[in-house]
C-alpha cells in the first residue's frame, strides 16, 4: 500500500504563486510517474501536469508556461509550482503516483492523495 500526502494548497490573489507538494510513502519499488490533477466544482478531473521517473513532463495547455512540475526521487516528492495564478485555477488539486511495488514485478498501481484545496480570488 502507498500512501500520498499533499500540502501546499491554500488561497491567493490573481497573479500570486502557491507551491505544492506531495510525498509519497508505503511500498515503493519504484516511482514510474508522478502528476497532478485537479477538479473544479461541478468539472471532471483533469490532468494538469505529469513527470515521469526521468526528465518527461507534460502540461495541460491552459498551464503551460505558468506551472512548473518537478519531483525528488529521493524523497519520492513530487512539487507543482504554480506562478500567475487565475481565478480559474480554483480547484481541488490532487496528486497520482504511478508505482511498482516490488523489483522483478511488472504490475504498476494507480494511487490518488486526498486533495488539496487552491482557490484564486480577490
Known amino acids: 500500500q502507498v500512501q500520498l500526502v499533499e500540502s501546499g494548497g491554500g488561497l491567493v490573489q490573481p497573479g500570486g504563486s502557491l507551491r ?3 510525498a509519497a510513502s508505503g ?3 519504484s516511482i514510474n510517474a508522478m ?3 485537479r477538479q473544479a466544482p461541478g468539472k471532471q478531473r483533469e490532468l494538469v501536469a505529469v513527470i515521469t521517473n526521468g526528465v518527461s ?3 495541460a495547455d491552459s498551464v503551460k508556461g505558468r506551472f512548473t512540475i518537478s519531483r525528488d526521487n529521493a524523497k519520492n516528492t513530487v512539487y507543482l509550482q504554480m506562478n500567475s495564478l ?3 485555477d480554483t480547484a481541488v488539486y490532487y496528486c ?3 508505482v511498482t511495488a516490488r523489483a522483478g514485478d511488472s504490475a504498476q498501481y494507480i494511487y490518488w492523495g486526498q486533495g ?3 482557490t484564486v480570488s480577490s
Open 20 to 22: 505544492l507538494s506531495c
Open 96 to 98: 497520482r503516483a504511478r
Open 35 to 37: 502528476g497532478w490533477y
Open 116 to 118: 488539496t484545496q487552491v
Open 57 to 59: 513532463t507534460n502540461y
Open 86 to 88: 487565475k481565478p480559474e
Open 27 to 29: 511500498s515503493i519499488f
